[in-house]
């Protein structure tokens, strides 16, 4: 009961409320759109005769728009006001998906799905920006949690909710059903507009453009990213084939270069896209790493446990949601207490020992796997859920306190790129991993022959996500708290 009078001082104002419904609107929103849509890859490969590699491009569309963008829409966000660009990206991502309901050819829901993720970035890139300039230091964790929570029901919604038109309707309902979603989320977020910024931020103020020359370097490098973690490639879908080393070592060095080259070019201009004196501020840059190795892990968790469960355990890909659903349940509740939690006693150890706790889940989870039977896992993974649904508010919120409120853009905008860049590289590394601990040839064995030794892959894996994690959580270790800033 006390946590959840904790939350009235978070809807004190008019301004609060509007803030925090529309925010949760848009992250549900966000989130049916990305992980539930993978659902439909089949039936739409089915239904266009192709194969799951061309269908994959409806998510490999969306991933590279708002991970090119995000950083981008938040310097946008400083120039033109960050509600304005959030509820730009809110109209681009309704209006977006509805035409994909009607789509004759593949190539056209791409398309679409394209120009979703272009609002997604524009809505992400700013939402943090937009909350941090609504709740004072003291209520942001708890402020973080409420559109986390909503997240976690966009989620839920779209796995039931989408596994049930695939199954008895038609793919088209899938997205046919963001209509009404996507118009609701808009009209939740209208309120937001009587709170738009009369005053542009400190990095962006008049006079001073936009360094779009920065920005498409940069949109360019985070392409480069994401694609260097996907199997774009012909052959088999590996990162150690012959196809797959033709092709992803040559996208790493693209990365690698573009990356010096907008460094460089940053480093040079008036007003770059993100000074790079930001990340002489040390607790920026150890928050910044911390991001990066819990998002590793949270999409090392959505590539590896699909696996294990069909290829290791020779079960069906309607069991997946049951080992995933503890995480997913969890976020319902668990970020609001993590959030109370650090607003009101500012533990320096909290972060750490969230980041342990799914590292020493991932540790149980991997050595006990060869010897567990299906039904044990779900209780395996609650380690791993808690830490992770503890710690997101949280470090979002470690983040956007340590640069001062003026530079919100680029905290906003680094928050989310290193959000998308732990996706990708938790994605090739998990991936990656498997692959490796996999023996030459283990295609050509039954489903029965195959199955211990994609668990003991697995198993490899996973401590390959330990060690990451112990990683980053000693980054959160060495953060000690700031001193609080004006807001």
Known sequence: M?????????????????????????????????LPIALSLPALSDYFETGLDDAAWIVIAYLVMVGSLVLLAARLGDRFGHINVFFVGMTIAFLA????????ELWQIVAWRGLTGVGAALVMGNANAVLAATFPQGQRARAFAIPIIGARFGTLIGLALFAVFLHFFSWRLVFAAYIPI??????????????????????????????????????????ALVLSGTHVHGGDESFVSREGLEYHLPMHALFLVLLGLFVFVELRVSN????????????????????????????????????????GFGRSPLYVP????????????????????YDRYQPRMLRPA?????????????????????WVLPLLMLPISIGTNMFNPINNATVMNSLPLDHRGVASGMLETTREMGHALGATAAASALALALP???????????????????RTSSLMVVFTLMFGASFAYFHRSSPPRKV
Not at 97 to 104: D, K
């Open 354 to 374: 969230t980041m342990t706790l799914i590292a020493g889940g991932f540790l149980v989870l991997g050595l006990a796997a060869p010897h567990v039977t299906f």
């Open 97 to 104: 998906s509805a035409p994909m309901a009607l789509s004759q």
């Open 2 to 34: 006390r946590v959840l009078s904790a939350i009235s001082p978070l809807v004190s104002t008019p301004r609060q409320r509007s803030v925090l419904l529309g925010l949760t609107a848009a992250y549900m929103l966000v989130q049916i759109s990305s």
């Open 440 to 458: 030459a040839g283990i295609e050509v064995l039954s489903g029965a022959s195959a199955e211990p030794f994609y668990i003991q892959g697995f």
């Open 322 to 341: 049951i080992v995933l659903l503890p995480s997913q349940a969890l976020g319902l509740f668990v970020p609001v207490i993590a959030g109370w939690i």
């Open 272 to 311: 770059p896209v993100v000074a790079m004196r930001h990340f002489r501020q040390k607790y920026f840059s150890m928050s910044l790493a911390s991001n990066v190795t819990y998002h590793f892990s949270m999409v090392a968790t959505m590539t590896l446990v699909p696996i294990v469960v069909e290829e």
């Open 182 to 223: 996507g118009l609701a989320a808009v009209a939740v977020s209208l309120p937001m507009l009587r709170y738009r910024e009369r005053g542009l931020s400190h990095e962006a103020g008049p006079g001073r453009g936009v360094d779009w020359v920065g920005g498409l370097l940069l949109a360019a490098t985070a392409i």
